[in-house]
Antibody, heavy 123, light 109 residues
Framework: QVQLVQSGSELKKPGASVKVSCQAS????????MNWVRQAPGQGLEWMGW????????TYAQGFAGRFVFSLDTSVSTAYLQITSLQAEDTAVYFC????????????????WGRGTLVTVSS | QTVVTQEPSLTVSPGGTVTLTCASS?????????PNWFQQKPGQAPRSLIY???TKHSWTPARFSGSLLGDKAVLTLSGVLPEDEADYYC?????????FGGGTKLTVL
């Protein structure tokens, strides 16, 4: 069965970096896009962008270009989200979600999600 | 800055029917926005209910349906159960970018 297993919670100081992983299993990794979604404490969902797992080409939502980097290691079916120069406002749960359908156009849906990784930024 | 707007909260009685809406600041929501709807319960990951306006997953209960109504996307729950109490989010497509609505907290009371 399809599973997305995310790395554990992280506690980081402001200015540090963090790398969140999302390991996929149960399907051929490079045939479905991987999306990233942020949820700050008590807040709603924010779509951060997605990465084409076949080409490695990332697409970032407005506000997530620069300090946020999507990457892949296809040899271990894993997608990564790296955040640099962490700020307190980056404290959130970060979800990965598989993009099914045609994600290069609009017909994309998100049937499988990781459980989320809590990143806490505090001095 | 595009904004996707949902009702912040709604209350429905068990067995009742409720309609959640999803509006876009850019104008009418259309099929080309490929509306998605998600349910999220506390401490859990979101769960996809509806995609491409009205298409259900195999796991989507029959009481949930999605459509366009006027200039909005809507999620309708008919015969609401207590377990439907949750936050609901819509997601719209904007030519490469996607944006979530602020979410609707649905209370079943």
């Amino acid at each position: 069965q399809v599973q997305l297993v995310q790395s554990g919670s992280e506690l980081k100081k402001p200015g540090a970096s963090v790398k969140v992983s999302c390991q996929a299993s149960g399907y051929r990794f490079n045939t479905f896009a991987m999306n990233w979604v942020r949820q700050a404490p008590g807040q709603g969902l924010e779509w951060m962008g997605w990465i084409n797992t076949d080409t490695g080409n990332p697409t970032y939502a407005q506000g997530f270009a620069g300090r946020f980097v999507f990457s892949l290691d296809t040899s271990v079916s894993t997608a990564y989200l790296q955040i640099t120069s962490l700020q307190a406002e980056d404290t959130a749960v970060y979800f990965c979600a598989r993009g099914d359908g045609s994600c290069t156009s609009g017909s994309c849906f998100y049937g499988y999600w990781g459980r989320g990784t809590l990143v806490t930024v505090s001095s | 800055q595009t904004v996707v707007t949902q009702e912040p909260s709604l209350t429905v009685s068990p067995g009742g029917t409720v309609t959640l809406t999803c509006a876009s600041s850019t104008g009418a929501v259309t099929l080309g926005h490929y509306p998605n709807w998600f349910q999220q319960k506390p401490g859990q990951a979101p769960r996809s209910l509806i995609y491409s306006t009205g298409t259900k997953h195999s796991w989507t209960p029959a009481r949930f349906s999605g459509s366009l109504l006027g200039d909005k996307a809507v999620l309708t729950l008919s015969g609401v159960l207590p377990e439907d109490e949750a936050d609901y989010y819509c997601l719209l497509y904007y030519g490469g970018a996607r944006m979530f609505g602020g979410g609707t907290k649905l209370t079943v009371l």
